[in-house]
């Protein structure tokens, strides 16, 4: 009987090590009721063009959104200026409008044209696609501000609670990327840029409201 019983849990090691090798790499720190665990298919690949190798847990993460300031939401002041990146005067406009395009870094023009601020210079730009930070460009409702070291630039992650969340019928899958930095974002936080303003209405209706909790993963 002891030779059996000893069989048997040598049989559920060898079987629990050949699972733990052949499924997806997810920390295997003890998981709190709390926290949502990545999906399967991450793993797979499916609605992403390369699998994940492995889902590395990084803590509870504040969130916040950012977005494109919209000028035509603004009164038709002509009182303060904005320069371009190479000191020629872009033109006159609101304070408010001005002080909230410094805070978002994203701006759209009462005739469409697009600008991105350059905080460094005080300054800003035209593009077509908005700037991020290190040379990347932002994605609406795909890219996010990171604190750089805790989350490297370029870096791909998953926020579970954010998976399915609906946005103008745009269904989310809960994976973001590290295109962006900011000057409040720092330590375990991060800042979503959502392009349009009202967009944070449907998240909030999905539960993640601004400054609530989320568990962040890191891809690799």
């Known amino acids: 009987m002891r030779i059996?019983?000893?069989?048997?849990?040598?049989?559920?090691?060898?079987?629990?090590?050949?699972?733990?090798?052949?499924?997806?790499?997810?920390?295997?720190?003890?998981?709190?009721?709390?926290?949502?665990l990545p999906p399967a298919w991450l793993f797979s690949g499916a609605g992403e063009t390369k699998a994940v190798r492995s889902a590395r847990y990084l803590g509870k993460f504040k969130v916040t959104f950012y977005w494109v300031v919209e000028e035509k939401d603004y009164p038709e002041s002509k009182s303060t200026p904005l320069y371009s990146?190479?000191?020629?005067?872009?033109?006159?406009?609101?304070?408010?409008?001005?002080?909230?395009?410094?805070?978002?870094?994203?701006a759209r023009l009462r005739d469409g044209r697009c600008l991105s601020y350059?905080?460094?210079?005080?300054?800003?730009?035209?593009?077509?696609?908005?700037?991020?930070?290190?040379?990347?460009?932002?994605?609406?409702?795909?890219?996010?501000?990171?604190?750089?070291?805790?989350?490297?630039?370029?870096?791909?992650?998953?926020?579970?609670?954010?998976e399915n969340v609906n946005v103008q019928g745009r269904q989310l899958n809960g994976v973001f990327y590290a295109h962006d930095v900011g000057s409040a974002v720092k330590g375990?936080?991060?800042?979503?840029?959502?392009?349009?303003?009202?967009?944070?209405?449907?998240f909030a209706l999905a539960g993640v409201k601004s400054s609530s909790s989320v568990d962040v993963y890191l891809l690799e």
């Open 85 to 106: 990146h190479d000191g020629k005067l872009i033109g006159r406009f609101a304070s408010g409008f001005v002080k909230d395009f410094k805070a978002e870094s994203c």
């Open 4 to 36: 059996i019983n000893s069989m048997s849990r040598w049989a559920f090691c060898l079987v629990f090590l050949f699972a733990g090798c052949l499924g997806p790499n997810v920390q295997t720190a003890v998981v709190s009721p709390s926290r949502q």
């Open 188 to 202: 375990n936080h991060i800042d979503v840029f959502i392009g349009v303003k009202g967009n944070m209405a449907a």
């Open 118 to 162: 350059l905080k460094y210079q005080n300054r800003a730009k035209f593009v077509d696609r908005f700037l991020g930070h290190g040379g990347y460009t932002l994605a609406e409702l795909k890219s996010i501000a990171v604190d750089p070291m805790v989350i490297p630039l370029g870096s791909k992650v998953y926020i579970p609670q954010m």
